[in-house]
Nanobody
Framework: QVQLVESGGGLVQAGGSLRLSCVAS????????MGWFRQAPGKERQFVAR????????YYADSVKGRFTISRDNRKNTVYLQMNSLKPEDTAVYYC?????????????????????WGQGTQVTVSS
């Protein structure tokens, strides 16, 4: 059973930074891509970022491009989301995700229904 455990959320002022971590277990971590989604109150889940198995490619939502960086350490079974220049609109619960697919097209990345495994989420609150 795949388990994903996020940490690192919190309250930060606008312009500040946070780094989220997600530790995975239950299967070979480097066999699958990893990603992050977020969900703000009253809104649908939104794709944030994705990273390939060996970090050769990354993909970001336009809203976070240039401010957020996704990375992974396969030796530690951990994926990270470095968030800089945070804005109040970044406030949400952030979820670590992964799937069972070995092939993804770019258009698949943003579809939450294609990710089989979700962490419990970590709250990020950005004050103005």
């Amino acid at each position: 059973q795949v388990q994903l455990v996020e940490s690192g959320g919190g309250l930060v002022q606008a312009g500040g930074s946070l780094r989220l971590s997600c530790v995975a277990s239950g299967r070979t971590f480097s066999d699958y891509a990893m990603g992050w989604f977020r969900q703000a109150p009253g809104k649908e889940r939104q794709f944030v970022a994705r990273i390939s198995r060996f970090s050769s490619s990354t993909y970001y939502a336009d809203s976070v491009k240039g401010r957020f960086t996704i990375s992974r350490d396969n030796r530690k079974n951990t994926v990270y989301l470095q968030m800089n220049s945070l804005k109040p609109e970044d406030t949400a619960v952030y979820y670590c995700v992964t799937g069972t697919r070995t092939y993804w097209s770019t258009s698949d990345y943003i579809d939450p229904n294609l990710y089989s495994y979700w962490g419990q989420g970590t709250q990020v609150t950005v004050s103005s």
